[in-house]
């Protein structure tokens, strides 16, 4: 059974999910938010995160450690691990960061500030990062399907990537 032909886990803004059975993960209203999607191939686990800001440096006890790519980062790996996953197998590809709004007060858009982030968490746990779909000013809808490990990226003004 291919993994298109299971049913999609849904993964809601400051969320993560993972799969041990090939059942694709899905998130939309991408915007300036970055998804990362974890694989590690040989133990057939697979993640995906949907975060919102780079650093918890301001995290507040009611913020769920996914808000943020340091410490949503951490917890997806601390579960994957717990599947069966290995970060040392594993590799990742990133979806987001879009430039949503103008913002005169800050020096770069957010989304810049959330792909940079992510990308220097994922090295900092040496997970090689195999595709990206990064920036402009479209949101996405991301799907990622561990059977495949494809990121297919739907974009707000209907164009269709795969990475």
Do not use: Q
């Not at 209203?29 to 040989?42: N, Q």
């Amino acid at each position: 059974m291919e993994g298109n032909d299971f049913e999609v886990i849904p993964v809601g803004v400051a969320e993560y999910a993972l799969t041990t059975d090939e059942r694709p993960l899905r998130t939309s209203g991408v915007g300036s938010c970055v998804v990362v999607a974890l694989h590690d191939e040989r133990a057939g686990v697979s993640g995906l995160l949907h975060f919102m800001l780079p650093r918890a440096e301001s995290r507040s006890d009611r913020d769920p450690p996914a808000k943020y790519a340091d410490t949503g980062i951490e917890a997806m790996l601390a579960e994957f691990e717990g599947a069966g996953g290995n970060p040392a197998r594993a590799w990742a590809k990133l979806a987001g960061g879009a430039k949503m709004l103008e913002f005169e007060a800050f020096d770069r858009p957010i989304g810049d500030r959330n792909a940079e982030a992510a990308l220097e968490v994922l090295e900092d746990y040496r997970i090689p990062v195999r595709g990206t779909d990064v920036g402009g000013n479209a949101g996405r809808m991301v799907t990622f399907d561990p059977a495949t490990g494809e990121l297919s990226i739907k974009t707000a003004n209907g164009e269709r990537r795969c990475y």
